[in-house]
């Protein structure tokens, strides 16, 4: 299966069948740990995340808001979109419930996939998968186009690939 990934629509490398890695062009990126995804997105968690939260003793309730899923791409090639619900946010402001005041997260070791891939999002795009970061995304700390020297591409691709199939 072929992967691909692109920032602002920009093919940044691509993974083939053999697990060759093809770089077109250099990012940088290193999380801060800064939070702001966990502030301004809308988390989604699959079902998959869902039990896994819910085992770790979590309640619906405390969760997601509704129990109404709403539909987004799925990693998996055998589907195409999946359920998700959205994670709870705090009273009054838009943050997830979960982020603690330290700007850690309070579910850490069982977050949704989502927050994992950060600021990636994958999809699936006919018969490759798409580790795409869109246009809109908030993290200020993704970089196209740095100095060769200065690029972490192949590590960023090792650890998407460790996320999605380890
Ligand atoms: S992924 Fe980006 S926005 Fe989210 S915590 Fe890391 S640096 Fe901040
Ligand atoms: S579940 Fe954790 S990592 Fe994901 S948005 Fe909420 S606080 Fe951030």
Do not use: W
């Not at 069948?17 to 290193?30: A, M, Q, S």
């Not at 502030?39 to 995340?49: H, Y």
């Not at 109404?68 to 943050?95: H, M, Q, T």
């Not at 949704?112 to 600021?119: E, K, N, Q, T, V």
């Amino acid at each position: 299966m072929e992967i691909l990934l692109d920032m602002n629509n920009v093919p940044i490398a691509s993974i083939d069948e053999n697990g060759k890695v093809t770089i077109l062009r250099h990012i940088y990126f290193k999380c801060t740990l800064c939070s702001d995804c966990c502030r301004l997105n809308n988390i989604p968690a699959t079902d998959r995340d869902m039990v896994r939260i819910l085992d770790a003793g979590i309640a619906v309730g405390q969760a997601v808001e509704e129990m109404s899923p709403v539909l987004i791409a799925s990693k998996d090639l055998e589907k195409g979109l999946v359920k998700a619900y959205i994670l709870r946010k705090k009273p009054f402001v838009n943050e997830c419930a979960f982020l603690e005041e330290s700007g850690l997260c309070k579910i850490h070791l069982f977050k949704p996939i989502a927050c994992d891939l950060y600021p990636f999002s994958v999809r699936k795009n006919d018969n490759c998968l798409l580790a795409t970061v869109h246009p809109k995304n908030v993290c200020r700390f993704i970089e196209l186009d740095v100095e060769k020297n200065r690029s972490n591409t192949l590590e960023i691709v090792e650890d998407l690939l460790a996320k999605l199939f380890d």
